[in-house]
């Protein structure tokens, strides 16, 4: 298969993807703009551009990548499978080392004066490591000794180097991927079971190891018995949420992110959207991540290099999984996880890294059959 791949001749990228992704993008920019001014203006002396000019260096960085990674055959990961394995532990244990320390959490490290997050980049190369493993072991996987338990393996090591930088919401994300893509692979529904249980049981345990996950638990079932304390941002988050109404108050004219909604810009940014545009206008951010849904799958679906395919799958679903943790906990519908909605809300490493990653989706679209079938 891999000599078919070397062989095929690579069509035009998936440019419906390209234009869904940029443009996400520069929604994101106004809504960060607007949404962090008030916090840029008092807190960063006196510079309401000061997020919005982070992000788009950030995203001028992952857009430069993205283009690289389009044009890099994607076949070559499958050369360097375990050197993407031990990079990854090699920057898990860095963090824990060195790592900075942000919000109560060691998630980051400093490189030359700039601060990137590990765990984007451990959230890509599992997905690359465990599309090869997947691809080399096929016809093992329905086994129990030889398919699952190595499986299992990889996918707790994986997730158990996000989870020791405290990061529990990553973590859970990245095991839901991995599991999709492990039942896509062929794996027997009563080992998916089986992979489910041990997955909730690990999360119960990593929660009650840590007082402050318990009470955001706690504080979920009933916030407003917490206005002031831990309830405080999901009240706020469901008011700007609720003065939305159907078409918003207008782009700019939010209330909540004048220091009423903590982390507006970043984890709470599905709110301000709501409250400035109102339903019309979530929904048609949702609507560009059904479209970006669509075209992931598809190419996923239509690639018939396995290793393609699994890769394009994972690339795909760790994305849809982050936004719907993002639109839920803005809702109301879970507790709150820290999580940034892809592609708009602000952040350096998530968005760059984001963006490269997509690189890599767009070079598998080049080998599918999408524009065929």
Request: with cysteine.
């Amino acid at each position: 298969m891999e000599e078919t791949v070397r062989k095929a001749k690579a069509r035009s990228i998936d440019w419906v993807l390209v234009f869904i992704i940029v443009l996400l993008v520069l929604f994101g920019f106004l809504m960060v703009y607007s949404s962090s001014y008030p916090d840029g203006y008092y807190k960063y002396g006196g510079d309401p551009f000061y997020f919005l000019r982070k992000q788009v260096i950030a995203a001028g960085a992952g857009l430069a990548g993205m283009i690289f990674f389009a044009n890099l055959p994607y076949i070559i990961y499958r050369k360097f499978s375990k050197l993407i394995l031990f990079t990854c532990i090699g920057l898990a244990m860095l963090t824990i080392i060195i790592g900075i320390a942000s919000n109560g959490a060691q998630r980051w490290i400093e490189i030359g004066g700039i601060s990137l997050q590990p765990s984007e980049i451990i959230k890509i190369g599992a997905v690359l490591y465990m599309a090869d493993y997947f691809n080399r072991k096929r016809s093992e996987l329905p086994s129990f000794t030889k398919g699952f338990l190595p499986s299992l393996f990889y996918i707790v090591l994986f997730c158990g180097l996000i989870a020791i930088q405290d990061d529990l919401s990553t973590a859970v994300i990245l095991a839901g991927t991995l599991m999709v893509m492990f039942f896509c692979a062929g794996a027997r529904i009563s080992h998916l079971i089986l992979l489910f249980l041990l997955a909730l049981a690990g999360i119960i345990a990593l929660i009650a190891m840590q007082p402050y996950r318990i009470s955001r638990i706690i504080v979920f079932f009933d916030p407003f018995k917490y206005p002031l304390d831990e309830g405080y941002q999901i009240i706020n988050s469901l008011y700007a949420l609720g003065t939305g109404g159907l078409f918003g108050m207008g782009v700019g004219k939010s209330r909540q992110k004048f220091f009423h909604l903590p982390e507006a810009y970043n984890d709470f940014i599905f709110s301000i959207i709501g409250e400035e545009l109102g339903f019309v206008g979530a929904v048609f951010v949702m609507l560009g991540f059904v479209v970006f849904a669509w075209r992931g799958l598809r190419i996923s679906m239509n690639t018939e290099d396995f290793f393609g395919s699994q890769t394009a799958l994972g690339l795909t679903v760790i994305v849809l999984v982050q936004f719907l943790i993002h639109v839920a906990v803005a809702t109301s519908s879970m507790p709150p996880t820290g999580r940034a909605l892809p592609f708009i809300s602000a952040g350096g490493s998530s968005i760059m890294f984001l963006l490269c990653s997509m690189g890599i989706l767009l070079n598998i679209s080049k080998y599918s059959n999408t524009y065929r079938s």
